[in-house]
């Protein structure tokens, strides 16, 4: 069973709101809502189990037939170092778990990757700065993982030490804690070698 956490729960990008008068959510993408259009993306390749987490205010806005609108508890706000602190939030242990952002545009290749990896776990990321944003730290945008990796996430007592520096360090490196982790990798190590093993598991062109 795959089972589809769709986060949109996330405060509004007030900058974003300005200038098109809309949320990320709701730019349009290919004459849809971009949220919409990832939900059509995934119901069209036969998966049934998506939920897509936001205020229940949105529901009409956000979710579209086919899918399950959840009230966003404060741990899928739009701080993802709380989502994995609330780690049993995300446990499946009947199959395979993908967690992919409201906000985030997945073309159609991509979206086949993150579905049909045969991986334990697969990442889909950003590993250098963006040259659209011109955001300085990488950034991951979907979680791929099987049933046994959703056991260690959720056995991994350390997270609910580690994950508090992520607000000293920025909310979007709480990602990057758990992927050091489930690599080994030293504490502060945020840069992925795309030479090493472990980069099998990352798509890196995002």
């Not at 700065?129 to 955001?135: L, R």
């Not at 990057?176 to 990798?185: A, P, S, T, V």
């Amino acid at each position: 069973m795959i089972r589809v956490m769709i986060l949109a729960g996330g405060r509004a990008d007030r900058n974003w709101i300005d200038k098109y008068n809309t949320t990320r959510h709701l730019l349009n993408v290919f004459d849809e809502p971009l949220i919409h259009h990832t939900q059509t993306q995934l119901l069209k390749r036969g998966i049934t189990n998506i939920e897509v987490y936001c205020d229940e205010k949105l529901f009409d806005r956000y979710v579209i037939d086919g899918c399950t609108a959840i009230n966003s508890p404060e741990v899928m706000d739009s701080h993802e170092c709380l989502m994995w602190y609330y780690r049993e939030y995300i446990a499946n242990f009947e199959g395979k778990t993908i967690l992919l952002y409201g906000d985030c545009y997945y073309s159609d290749g991509i979206m086949d990757k993150i579905i049909n990896s045969d991986e334990e776990w697969y990442i889909f990321a950003r590993s250098n700065p963006s040259i659209i944003t011109g955001k300085q730290y990488p950034e991951m945008y979907a979680w791929s993982f099987n049933q046994h990796i959703a056991k260690v996430i959720v056995n991994l007592s350390i997270i609910a030490k580690e994950l508090p520096k992520a607000f000293e360090w920025g909310e979007e490196q709480a990602d990057y804690i758990l992927y050091r982790m489930l690599c080994g990798l030293p504490e502060k190590e945020f840069v992925i070698d795309t030479k090493s093993e472990v980069a099998k598991n990352c798509d890196l062109n995002g």
